[in-house]
C-alpha cells in the first residue's frame, strides 16, 4: 500500500502543475519505457520531484511505496516505477498514456 502524502503545486506562468516527490534516499532510474528490460536513459537526483504527463502499465516493481506495475512518463521517451513515487495513490494518479 502506498504512504498518504502532500502533493508539490508550483504556479506556473499559465498553468499549475503538479509535482511528486521521488522516494527519499533514492536515485531513481528513468527507463526508455516500463520495464526494466528497457535501457536507463537519466539517474535522478536525489530529492527530485516529478511531473506526471500520463501513466502505463508494465513490469511489476517493489519500492519503498509498495509493489506496482504502474510506470509513470516524466518526459518523451522516460519512465520511472511508480513504486519510487509518493503520489498518494495506488491507482493512476494521470491519463493513461496511449
Given at each position: 500500500m502506498k504512504l498518504r502524502g502532500a502533493l508539490l503545486r508550483h504556479q506556473g506562468e499559465d498553468t499549475m502543475s503538479t509535482r511528486y516527490e521521488v522516494a527519499p534516499g533514492y536515485r531513481v532510474n528513468v527507463r526508455s519505457g516500463p520495464s526494466t528490460k528497457y535501457p536507463?536513459?537519466?539517474v535522478l537526483p536525489l530529492g527530485a520531484t516529478i511531473a506526471i504527463n500520463c501513466q502505463k502499465y508494465g513490469e511489476w516493481i517493489n519500492g519503498p511505496y509498495g509493489t506496482t506495475n504502474i510506470w509513470d512518463n516524466i518526459a518523451p521517451g522516460e519512465y520511472?516505477?511508480?513504486a519510487y513515487v509518493h503520489t498518494g495513490?495506488?491507482?493512476l494518479v494521470a491519463p493513461r498514456c496511449s
Open positions: 536507463v536513459v537519466r520511472v516505477s511508480d495513490s495506488d491507482d
